[in-house]
């Protein structure tokens, strides 16, 4: 199962308030196959989801509804109400005069906090899914409908989140690619294990950036070194040959003979071996002496 499938099927295990029951029943409805005059129908690849949704209308409403199975290659399951007087009865309770609900959200359900909650989870009940974490941080919104993208966009970012907009196949898709947003969006609509789970994946993820750079950064460090050593050796074997390392002075002199007897060692070793008589500033000094007369 994917890691979208498990985050819905703990959604689904969420006992709402009484007042709650109603925002995500309408989040999973209003965003759902069609919820208009002559048809309200829910298609999803869950049946947990399918089933909670039908729990929701017959705790609502009053209704029992059916959920079919169908599907060719993957199981899906549906949820279709095509009796005038029972979908009149809906609409009337969400759009007021059952008129097209596509024309936005009716904020009437969205007045308590942990109603928009609820609204939210139904939506990501509905059209909503997220990534594993261990491959990507990304979390969207698939909606058939501009205006109801637009509410919905709105909602997200009064609460405090940073979705980002696309169109992808005929549809609008409010996505996020933050792992922080992503986090607080589970935890909002009472996926806190998967929000969890995120969160953990994250703070691996920062630690093995951060091993990485410092990784990377010795490794540097190391090259450079190593770089600068073969440098300095090639340039005393330079005035080796040139007979020229007699006529150095005593404190060259033996600077030169320690770099050629210790090829692999950093300044600051060096200095060590001299019993520290000598700074690092000072031994890279005398090593830029004998690199300037090698060149000349």
Not at 45 to 68: G, Q, Y
Not at 88 to 94: F, M, S
Not at 230 to 257: G, H, N
């Amino acid at each position: 199962m994917s890691f979208s499938h498990d985050v819905k099927n703990e959604l689904c295990q969420v006992r709402p308030a009484s007042c709650c029951k109603y925002a995500e029943c309408y989040g999973m409805l209003l965003f759902g196959r069609s919820f208009q005059k002559g048809d309200i129908s829910f298609l999803t690849a869950s049946k947990d989801v399918a089933t909670r949704l039908a729990e929701l209308i017959k705790s609502c409403f009053d209704i029992t509804v059916t959920v079919s199975e169908g599907g060719v290659k993957k199981p899906t399951y549906l949820i279709s109400i095509t009796d005038d007087v029972v979908i009149k009865r809906i609409l009337i309770k969400y759009d007021r005069y059952g008129t097209n609900a596509f024309m936005g959200i009716n904020y009437e359900f969205l007045k308590k906090e942990c109603c928009i909650e609820a609204f939210l989870r139904g939506v990501f009940l509905s059209c909503g899914s997220v990534c594993d974490p261990e491959k990507s941080f990304h979390a969207e919104f698939a909606i058939k409908n501009s205006a109801l993208s637009g509410d919905f966009f709105t909602i997200l970012t009064e609460r405090g989140l940073s979705p980002r907009y696309t169109e992808r196949q005929g549809k609008s898709v409010i996505y996020f690619k933050n792992g922080a947003d992503i986090e607080d969006l589970l935890t909002a609509i009472g996926a806190t294990m998967h929000s969890l789970e995120i969160m953990n994946v994250q703070i691996l993820k920062d630690i093995r950036n951060k091993t990485n750079r410092i990784k990377n950064c010795d490794n540097g460090n190391i090259s450079r070194n190593i770089e600068a050593s073969l440098l300095q050796c090639a340039a005393i074997e330079k005035l080796k040959k040139a007979d020229k390392l007699s006529t150095l002075s005593p404190e060259l002199y033996e600077v030169a003979v320690l770099r050629l007897e210790h090829p692999n060692h950093s300044l600051s070793e060096l200095c060590k071996l001299m019993g520290n008589k000598i700074t690092r500033s000072g031994m890279n000094h005398r090593i830029k002496k004998l690199l300037e007369l090698a060149e000349r």
